[in-house]
C-alpha cells in the first residue's frame, strides 16, 4: 500500500539542541503510527514538522507523494489535508462548539454553511456531544473539550490526523472518553500519527509503534513486538519505567 | 459557614447548624456590626473635619459667591450645556474614526506580510510621533498650520480641524491598545487556527481579532473618557464647546461658577462611564480566570 505520509531523514534542531536526527518513516492508508518515547524525545515535534508549523532542518516530508516541505508548495493548501489535534484543546474561546467545528470548513473549504453545520452535527451526534452543539467550550469538560477538538479536525475529511498527546491534559476518567473517540476513527480508516504516553492505548490503535530515543527512531515493529517484546536495550528501560507509573 | 455546594440535597434537608456553628455565626455578626460603627465613625469625622475646615476658612464668603454662586449656575446652564452638545458630537464622530484607523494601524503593525512593509514602517513612524507629542500642539499645528496651506478645497472650519487633531493623536494611542491585545492571545490559538489551514489573514480575522478586541474593551473605555475630556482642548481653536462657552460667560462677569456647571455637566457624563468599564474591566478577568490556559 502506498504510503499517505512519508517522511524522510527528516531533522530539526533549535538553537544548538537537536531535536530530530534522520528521522524516516512512512504511513501507509488506513494503518496508525504510534510515537513513543520520553518527553524531549521528539515526537511532539515531529507532528508539529509534519504540520509545517515547524520548518525542518533537513531531509523530506511527502503527503500523498508530493513533497510538501519544499518551499514552493502553498502551505496553507498542505495544512487543509491534514488535521492536528494539540495537548491543549486550542479551541476557540469566542465561539460556540459548531462554530468551532464549522469555521474550516465553510472559510477554507467553501462549503455551504448549512451543509457544514448538518455535517458537524453528524459528527457531535457520533461522538455524544449534540446537546453541547450551542455551547461555549469553556463550559465543557476537559475530554469533551478534546472531542471537539478531535472533531474540528476531521470536519475537513484530513488525509491524515496527527494526535500530539491529546490526553495529556485529562484525568483517567476522562482519558477513556477520548481514546474511545480516537479508536472509532482508527476502524473507520483514518490515516493517523499518534504521539502518546498511554501504553494499553498504543497496543490497541496502533499498527505500527516508533519508540524515539533523543530525536531518534531507536525501535520501530508492530505494536505487539515493540511493546511486548522489545530488542532495544533503550525502549526496554522505558517500557519498564512506564509501567512501574 | 454557608452550604453553597448542594450536591447532595436530600442529606441537605434535614441539616441543623450545630451549637458550634450558632455560636460561631453569632461572634461573626458582633464583629461585622463593630467593623460598621468604627467606618461610620471615622468616615464622619475626617469628612466632617474637612468641609468644617474649608468653610470656617477667611476667604469662604468671597469663594462660595465666585465658584458656587447657584442662581448664576442656573441662568448660565442651558448655554453651557448647549456647548457640551458639541464635545458629544466631537467624542462620538471621532471614536468611530479613531476606531478604524487604530485597527488598520495596529494590523498594518502586526502583520508579517512583505507586501505591507512599507505600511508597517508607515505605522510604527506614525504611532512613535502621535504618541510623543501633546495633543495640544498637534491642535494647534493642525487647527492652524492647515488653513495656512491655503489649499483650494481644504477646510478652514475649526470644528472638523480641531476633529482631525483629536483623532490623530488618539487613534495612535488606541492603535497600541489594539496591537497590545493582538499580542496578548496565545500563540497556540494561532497554530490551531493555521493547523484548520486558515491563511494568515482569515486566522487573525475569524480567530486572534475577535478575542483581542473583547480582551481591550476596558482599556478603550478607559481612553473614550480621557478623549471626552481631551475634546475640551479643541475651545482653543475657537470652537464653542462647554468649556469656551463657560470661558466666555466668566469674561463676562469675572465669576467662575459657569466653570464648575462645566465641570458638573463632563462628571454627568464621565462617570457612568467609568462605572461601566469597571464592569467590563471586572467580567474580563473573571472570563480570562474561567478560560485558565487555553
Same mark, same amino acid.
Given at each position: ?34 510515537? =513513543? ?18 520548518? =525542518? ?70 461522538? %455524544? ?59 473507520? %480508516? ?30 520501530? %515493529? ?24 | ?294
Amino acid at each position: 500500500m502506498r504510503p499517505v505520509l512519508s517522511i524522510e531523514k527528516v531533522r530539526k534542531s533549535f538553537g544548538q539542541n537537536t531535536v530530530l536526527g534522520e528521522v524516516s518513516l512512512q504511513v501507509p492508508e488506513h494503518t496508525a503510527t504510534v510515537l =513513543i518515547g520520553a518527553s524531549g524525545s521528539g515526537k511532539s515535534t515531529l507532528l508539529r514538522c509534519i504540520n509545517l508549523l515547524e520548518q =525542518i532542518d533537513d531531509g523530506a516530508i511527502y503527503l500523498d507523494e508530493k513533497e510538501i516541505t519544499s518551499p514552493l508548495v502553498n502551505v496553507d493548501e498542505a495544512r487543509m489535508r491534514m488535521g492536528i489535534v494539540f495537548q491543549s484543546f486550542n479551541l476557540f474561546p469566542h465561539m460556540r462548539v459548531i462554530d468551532n467545528i464549522t469555521l474550516a470548513p465553510i472559510k477554507v473549504h467553501k462549503v455551504k454553511k448549512e451543509q457544514a453545520r448538518a455535517e458537524a452535527k453528524i459528527l457531535l451526534e457520533k461522538f %455524544g456531544l449534540l446537546d453541547k452543539a450551542e455551547e461555549f467550550p469553556d463550559r465543557l469538560s476537559g475530554g469533551q473539550q478534546q472531542r471537539v477538538a478531535i472533531i474540528r479536525s476531521i470536519a475537513t475529511h484530513p488525509r491524515a490526523l496527527l494526535l500530539d498527546e491529546i490526553t495529556s491534559a485529562l484525568d483517567p476518567v476522562l482519558v477513556n472518553e477520548v481514546l474511545a473517540a480516537i479508536t472509532e476513527l482508527k476502524q473507520e %480508516g483514518m490515516t493517523m500519527v499518534i504521539a502518546t504516553h498511554e501504553m494499553n492505548f498504543a497496543h490497541q490503535v496502533a499498527n505500527e509503534v516508533c519508540f524515539l530515543h533523543n530525536g531518534f527512531i531507536a525501535e520501530r %515493529g508492530p505494536a505487539a513486538q515493540v511493546l511486548q517484546d522489545p530488542q532495544d536495550i533503550r525502549t526496554k528501560e522505558f517500557l519498564r519505567k512506564v509501567s512501574l507509573n | 459557614m454557608t452550604h453553597s455546594s448542594n450536591d447532595n440535597k436530600n442529606s441537605n434537608e434535614s441539616w441543623y447548624p450545630s451549637e458550634l456553628e450558632l455560636q460561631r455565626q453569632k461572634v461573626r455578626s458582633q464583629q461585622s456590626r463593630k467593623r460598621i460603627a468604627i467606618a461610620t465613625s471615622s468616615s464622619v469625622l475626617v469628612l466632617g473635619g474637612l468641609v468644617l475646615f474649608i468653610i470656617s476658612s477667611p476667604g469662604w464668603e468671597l469663594f462660595k459667591q465666585t465658584y458656587f454662586d447657584i442662581e448664576y449656575g442656573i441662568e448660565v446652564l442651558p448655554i453651557v450645556a448647549k456647548g457640551i452638545t458639541t464635545n458629544i458630537r466631537l467624542t462620538i464622530i471621532a471614536s468611530i474614526l479613531i476606531t478604524i484607523l487604530a485597527l488598520l494601524l495596529a494590523l498594518a503593525r502586526t502583520s508579517k506580510a512583505a507586501a505591507l512593509t512599507p505600511f508597517r514602517i508607515l505605522a510604527t513612524v506614525y504611532v512613535d510621533i502621535f504618541r510623543g507629542v501633546p495633543l495640544l500642539l498637534v491642535i494647534l499645528l493642525v487647527g492652524f498650520g492647515v488653513p495656512a496651506l491655503g489649499i483650494r478645497g481644504l477646510t478652514g472650519n475649526v470644528l472638523v480641524l480641531g476633529t482631525l487633531a483629536v483623532v490623530l493623536t488618539y487613534s495612535a494611542y488606541v492603535a497600541e491598545v489594539f496591537r497590545s491585545g493582538i499580542l496578548s492571545i496565545h500563540p497556540s490559538q494561532r497554530a490551531a487556527a493555521r493547523s484548520l489551514g486558515l491563511t494568515q489573514a482569515q486566522a487573525m480575522r475569524y480567530v486572534i481579532l475577535p478575542q483581542a478586541i473583547r480582551r481591550v474593551i476596558p482599556p478603550l473605555l478607559n481612553d473614550l473618557v480621557a478623549l471626552i475630556k481631551d475634546t475640551g482642548l479643541v475651545s482653543i481653536l475657537g470652537v464653542i464647546d462647554a468649556v469656551r462657552a463657560a470661558q466666555i460667560q466668566t469674561s463676562k462677569t469675572f465669576n467662575y461658577t459657569p466653570y464648575i456647571v462645566a465641570a458638573i455637566l463632563f462628571l454627568m457624563i464621565t462617570i457612568p462611564l467609568t462605572r461601566i468599564t469597571d464592569r467590563a474591566l471586572q467580567k474580563s478577568i473573571a472570563q480570562q480566570n474561567s478560560q485558565g490556559t487555553t
